[in-house]
Protein backbone atom coordinates (compact mmCIF):
# COMPACT_ATOMS: atom_id res chain seq x y z
CA UNK A 1 0.00 0.00 0.00
CA UNK A 2 1.78 3.04 -1.02
CA UNK A 3 1.13 6.15 1.70
CA UNK A 4 -0.23 9.31 0.44
CA UNK A 5 1.91 12.61 0.93
CA UNK A 6 -0.72 13.61 3.62
CA UNK A 7 -1.01 10.25 4.84
CA UNK A 8 1.24 9.77 8.04
CA UNK A 9 1.97 5.95 9.54
CA UNK A 10 0.94 5.59 12.80
CA UNK A 11 3.53 4.47 15.38
CA UNK A 12 3.89 1.55 16.96
CA UNK A 13 3.35 0.97 20.46
CA UNK A 14 6.58 0.01 20.84
CA UNK A 15 7.96 3.40 19.04
CA UNK A 16 6.05 5.26 20.97
CA UNK A 17 7.38 4.24 24.46
CA UNK A 18 11.44 4.42 22.69
CA UNK A 19 10.75 7.97 21.88
CA UNK A 20 9.34 9.10 24.84
CA UNK A 21 12.07 7.38 27.17
CA UNK A 22 14.72 9.10 24.79
CA UNK A 23 13.01 12.53 25.56
CA UNK A 24 13.19 11.60 28.93
CA UNK A 25 16.54 11.11 29.14
CA UNK A 26 17.64 14.20 27.32
CA UNK A 27 15.50 16.63 29.54
CA UNK A 28 17.00 15.08 32.45
CA UNK A 29 20.50 15.43 30.77
CA UNK A 30 19.30 19.01 30.34
CA UNK A 31 17.62 19.72 33.60
CA UNK A 32 20.09 18.59 36.31
CA UNK A 33 22.74 20.72 35.14
CA UNK A 34 20.88 23.59 35.46
CA UNK A 35 19.08 22.55 38.59
CA UNK A 36 23.01 22.10 40.28
CA UNK A 37 23.73 25.40 38.99
CA UNK A 38 20.74 27.01 40.43
CA UNK A 39 21.57 25.60 43.56
CA UNK A 40 25.12 27.27 43.68
CA UNK A 41 23.56 30.47 42.29
CA UNK A 42 21.88 30.42 45.52
CA UNK A 43 24.30 30.25 47.75
CA UNK A 44 26.55 32.70 46.02
CA UNK A 45 23.75 35.16 46.64
CA UNK A 46 23.23 33.94 50.09
CA UNK A 47 26.75 34.05 50.99
CA UNK A 48 27.08 37.67 49.24
CA UNK A 49 24.64 39.12 51.24
CA UNK A 50 25.86 37.60 54.34
CA UNK A 51 29.23 39.61 53.73
CA UNK A 52 27.76 42.49 53.46
CA UNK A 53 26.03 42.56 56.72
CA UNK A 54 29.62 41.27 58.26
CA UNK A 55 31.31 44.84 56.98
CA UNK A 56 28.60 46.60 57.60
CA UNK A 57 28.67 44.86 61.38
CA UNK A 58 32.27 45.52 61.49
CA UNK A 59 31.81 49.02 60.42
CA UNK A 60 29.40 49.97 63.35
CA UNK A 61 32.26 48.62 65.71
CA UNK A 62 35.21 50.59 64.18
CA UNK A 63 33.22 54.03 64.19
CA UNK A 64 33.10 53.64 67.37
CA UNK A 65 36.77 53.74 68.18
CA UNK A 66 38.78 56.97 68.54
CA UNK A 67 41.98 55.94 66.24
CA UNK A 68 42.28 54.45 63.06
CA UNK A 69 44.34 51.01 65.29
CA UNK A 70 41.53 50.57 67.69
CA UNK A 71 39.02 50.69 64.48
CA UNK A 72 41.11 47.73 62.97
CA UNK A 73 41.20 45.86 66.23
CA UNK A 74 38.03 46.37 66.65
CA UNK A 75 36.54 45.86 63.08
CA UNK A 76 38.77 42.36 62.99
CA UNK A 77 37.15 41.20 66.33
CA UNK A 78 33.85 41.99 64.79
CA UNK A 79 34.25 39.41 61.65
CA UNK A 80 35.89 36.69 64.29
CA UNK A 81 32.90 36.07 66.17
CA UNK A 82 31.33 35.15 62.86
CA UNK A 83 30.96 31.31 62.37
CA UNK A 84 32.79 29.66 59.99
CA UNK A 85 31.02 26.87 57.69
CA UNK A 86 32.03 24.13 54.97
CA UNK A 87 30.66 26.92 52.60
CA UNK A 88 32.67 29.81 54.28
CA UNK A 89 35.59 28.75 53.93
CA UNK A 90 37.47 32.28 55.70
CA UNK A 91 36.88 36.17 56.07
CA UNK A 92 39.44 38.29 56.36
CA UNK A 93 39.52 42.40 56.90
CA UNK A 94 41.21 44.80 54.83
CA UNK A 95 43.10 47.85 56.27
CA UNK A 96 40.09 50.12 57.64
CA UNK A 97 39.91 53.46 56.07
CA UNK A 98 39.50 56.33 59.20
CA UNK A 99 39.19 59.45 58.17
CA UNK A 100 38.46 61.56 61.21
CA UNK A 101 38.49 64.77 58.58
CA UNK A 102 35.47 63.64 56.90
CA UNK A 103 34.07 61.72 60.07
CA UNK A 104 33.31 58.44 58.22
CA UNK A 105 34.82 55.11 58.84
CA UNK A 106 35.05 52.53 55.42
CA UNK A 107 35.31 48.92 55.92
CA UNK A 108 36.37 46.29 53.74
CA UNK A 109 35.86 42.38 53.87
CA UNK A 110 36.71 39.66 51.90
CA UNK A 111 34.93 36.24 51.89
CA UNK A 112 36.19 33.02 50.41
CA UNK A 113 33.36 30.63 49.22
CA UNK A 114 33.30 26.97 48.31
CA UNK A 115 30.55 25.84 46.37
CA UNK A 116 28.60 23.43 47.63
CA UNK A 117 28.23 21.48 43.71
CA UNK A 118 31.68 22.45 42.44
CA UNK A 119 31.20 22.85 38.61
CA UNK A 120 34.70 22.79 36.62
CA UNK A 121 36.55 26.08 36.97
CA UNK A 122 33.62 27.41 39.72
CA UNK A 123 34.39 25.55 42.73
CA UNK A 124 35.25 28.82 44.76
CA UNK A 125 34.69 32.56 44.92
CA UNK A 126 36.40 35.44 46.35
CA UNK A 127 33.37 37.91 47.52
CA UNK A 128 34.10 41.31 48.61
CA UNK A 129 31.87 44.16 50.78
CA UNK A 130 32.58 47.32 51.87
CA UNK A 131 30.63 49.60 54.08
CA UNK A 132 30.87 53.27 55.19
CA UNK A 133 29.71 54.59 58.96
CA UNK A 134 30.14 57.43 60.38
CA UNK A 135 32.53 57.86 63.44
CA UNK A 136 30.84 57.92 66.83
CA UNK A 137 33.67 58.28 69.15
CA UNK A 138 34.58 61.99 69.18
CA UNK A 139 32.72 64.20 71.80
CA UNK A 140 30.72 66.93 70.53
CA UNK A 141 32.11 70.54 69.49
CA UNK A 142 31.44 72.95 71.89
Known amino acids: M ?3 RYECKKMSRRGARASALVEAIVGIIVIIPIGLAA ?7 STSQSNEQIAEQAARAAACQRSDKGAQ ?8 QTPLSN ?3 SITVDPVKYDAVKGEVTVSTNMQVKMPIPLPFLSQFDLHAAAMQP ?3 FPAAI
Open 2 to 4: KLK
Open 39 to 45: VDVATLI
Open 73 to 80: KAAEESVE
Open 135 to 137: IVA
Open 87 to 89: IIT
